[in-house]
């Protein structure tokens, strides 16, 4: 297998400067011609050949300036389209190939979905529909014609705006769009079918009208209201918190129901996985909600942060998405509660990220190189990227910050740019340095930060020592320290800021230290108490931590500390250690859970904290975050037990007491997912999930739950709560919801996302049944990726179970899926990165199992880099 390297990277010897497509779409199959007028690029050697990218493409016909082209002129294969000796002035070349979207499985080219012809291209998908140089760094300027029969397509898209349309007669009508900015091919896309649709307007800032459109299939219009809301808010805010305005006189999104991942960018016509749109009250939660205004609004800030400022080549890929993740979240932030907000995007990190980059698919945000860029979508390049940017905010200021973007947009619009250019806008603006910065982008790991703390009574100084590691990853068996900016407070022992007169030993800005080197001490005088340290106040930089502070010290800050998310983390702490000791046969004291019950309670009965907050706070960390703290030699059941028994001891002697606040926390309002409301269901659900693993209560509690709910959060959370604690009534809540639902693909995706949650050990004979039925739909990602990535993400206990029955359940699996969509299944098998971290009975079945599927299967390249990479 080939791999592709970032030092490899040199410009096309050809540009092309202008594209003309034309799709007939019928509905055995879709001829596209293509027009593309190319000139070489100043300084290309004459004869110097044109080498277009294709994938799974057959040539019908070919001319050059108008002329059929010799056979001897040209070469071309399923991947390839050679010019031998193009002429050294600018030509047009024609080219028509016939594809067969019906049978597009992969979902990255044209394919159809329910019957809709609809397009995937980033990041290669283009060269599956026509000959092209598929890569960000080639821009053009896009004119569409489509024609299709008037029956089964009535509503025809593409990017940019509407020109023509009209009548062809013989039941066939065409369309022509033409899209005045120039845009590299992954951002082109297509849509034709039989949809229904919401319109609504926007004006900008600069008074101009956008037209907004949703569409569906039909009869889910009312259920796109939500979408088209955030939407709407989306473009404002882009206006008011980064002065970006939308820049053509159309916006479109489709919802379509077969979709590779979340939703895609395209220009002015963005696709979306249908579940990131449709949501009403009965059959969305409040997470689904939130979801979509998320990623409605991640698209839509594309606009600026990934299609007028592009990638110059795939390496780079974090320059959009790492960006434009930190402004969704910002997004949200803004709309909803920041502390929640960042407490919620900071759980995400830790659960998704830090395993990522912790093992054996660890790599950095800019990789280097790659053997398929389809495997570097991850949450390192999208959550850890974001994680950047937000470290150059915190050490900014939001002016500063602020100042940077403006020049950002300012020098690079219309750019294919790199990561580097990006570093010097900010180092530009703000007269930094930060090439040590950079570093963050260029290695992989989390870094581990341990910090102790010392107090002289007599002369009021105080000592902070900082230490960074790294450990090895994959190819970087040494780490350079990093630049880690460590925003801080010092807390006095009523529970007050402790301020101080002077500080050496190291570079602090206000309430931020830079930490810059392999360890550091930092002396501050004129400190009149002894302090608790608040470290990393609202996580300002993504790494873990260690410090000397007591389980008391924990609960001093859970009680005390300004920063909301701290309180959060040291609640977190506190009871991870005790799980953490417990799994690893050190029992909890008595007084420990005490403390910690009654940390817990205060935070419960708290009148300034609002609920979602609370409900955060009540969180005990799943068993997968305890796992990774551990770090090694990981016993899923004993961590599953010990968690269960830190559980029972908390909730015991206070069951009634939140079993009441549950009874309380019902309300008979209307459902709204606003803010307010989800943050009182999440909360009323924290305390059914605790009264269920805690208590005897909590079944029957979740059962009427089920029967009682009047939404779908309630519901689904009555139901998940009873499946992952195997309650006696469990099954036949499972059943009760598939009955109710039958027929919502959308709903079945919930009930197969809980079912593989189940910690018994019937879970994988089930789970096969379900996969083995006639009716299930084998080729649509998110039924697969609910009911396997839940289990594998989601499910420890049974994936990782010693006698290899999870492993096996997902490799065969696996081996099915890759057949039909190798990127499926190869996200599926990310999930193998655990095994590092297990006990050796558990990590030696899942080697076994890898091993199989390598030895048994020809596998995809998807799945052949991520099993060699977890294999190495
Ligand atoms: N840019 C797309 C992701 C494309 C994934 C290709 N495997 C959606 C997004 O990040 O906004
Ligand atoms: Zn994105």
Partial sequence: EQTIYLKDYAPTPYRIVSVELDFKILEESTRVRAQLTVEPREGTAPGTPLVLDGDELKLDSIALDGAPLMQSAYASDANSLTLVEPPHK???????????????????????????????????????????LDRPDVLAPFKVRMSAPKSVAPVLLANGNLVDQGDLGEGMHFAVWEDPFLKPAYLFALV?????????????????????????????????????????????????RFGREYDLDVFNIVAVSDFNFGAMENKGLNIFNDRLVFAKPETATDANYHGIERVIAHEYFHNWTGNRITCRDWFQLCLKEGLTVFRDQEFTSDERSRPVQRIHDVQNLRTSQFPEDGGPLAHPPRPDNYREINNFYTTTVYQKGAEIV??????????????????????????????????????????????QFATWYLQAGTPQVKVSDSYDAASQSYTLTLSQTNDPTPGEPTKKPLLIPVRFGLIGPNGSPLGWTGVSGGTVEDDLILFDSDSATLTF??????????????????????????????????RHDSDPFNRWDALQTASTTLIANAAQGKAWSEDDVDALRAALIDTLENGELDDAYKAQALDIPAETVVGRYIGKDVNPDAVAAARKGLVTALVSPVASKLASTYEALASSDAYSPNAAQAGRR????????????????????????????????????????????????????????????????????????????????????????????PD?????????????????????????????????????????????????????????????????????????????????HTLSRNVGEILDRILA
């Fill in 90 to 132: 600018r030509f047009v070349l024609e080219t028509e190939v016939t594809l067969n979207p019906a049978a597009n499985t992969k979902l990255m080219g044209l394919y159809r979905s329910s019957g809709t012809w609809c397009t995937q291209c980033e990041p290669e998908g283009f060269r599956r529909i026509t000959y092209y």
């Fill in 192 to 240: 034709a079918g039989d949809l229904g649709s919401i319109k609504d307007s926007f004006t900008t800032m600069s008074g101009r009208e956008v037209e907004l459109g949703i569409y569906c299939t039909h009869g889910k219009e009312a259920e796109c209201a939500y979408a088209m809301d955030s939407l709407i808010r989306s473009m404002a805010w882009d206006e008011r």
């Fill in 390 to 435: 937000r470290m150059l905010a915190t050490m900014l200021g939001e002016a500063g910050f602020r100042k940077a973007m403006d020049l950002y947009f300012e020098r690079h619009d219309g750019d294919a740019t790199t990561i580097e250019a990006f570093i010097k806008v900010f180092e530009d603006s703000s007269g930094r340095n930060l090439s």
């Fill in 525 to 558: 005088e004129g400190v009149a108490n002894k302090p608790v340290p608040s470290l990393f106040r609202g996580f300002s930089a993504p790494v873990k931590l260690s410090t000397n502070l007591s389980q008391d010290d924990l609960l001093f800050l859970a």
């Fill in 682 to 773: 999440s909360l009323r659900n924290g305390l059914l999930s605790l009264l269920t693993t805690g208590s005897d209560r909590g079944a029957a509690l979740a059962a009427n739950q089920f029967e009682v709910a009047t939404n779908m959060t309630d519901r689904y959370a009555a139901m998940a709560i009873s499946v992952r604690n195997w309650t006696s009534e469990a099954s036949a809540l499972l059943g009760a919801f598939r009955t109710r639902f039958a027929g919502d693909p959308l709903v079945f995706d919930k009930w197969l996302t809980a079912s593989a949650q189940a910690p018994d050990e019937d879970v994988i004979d089930r789970m096969r049944a379900t996969l083995a039925a």
């Fill in 776 to 856: 299930f739909p084998k080729t649509n990602p998110n039924r697969l990726r609910s009911l396997l990535g839940s289990f594998v993400m989601a499910n420890p206990v049974q994936f990782t179970r010693v006698d290899g029955a999870g492993f096996r359940f997902i490799t065969e699996a696996v081996a099915e899926i890759d057949k039909v969509n190798p990127q499926v299944a190869s996200r599926i098998l990310t999930g193998f990165r655990v095994l590092p971290i297990l006990e050796a009975s558990r990590r030696e079945a899942g080697m076994t199992a890898l091993q199989a599927l390598k030895e048994q």
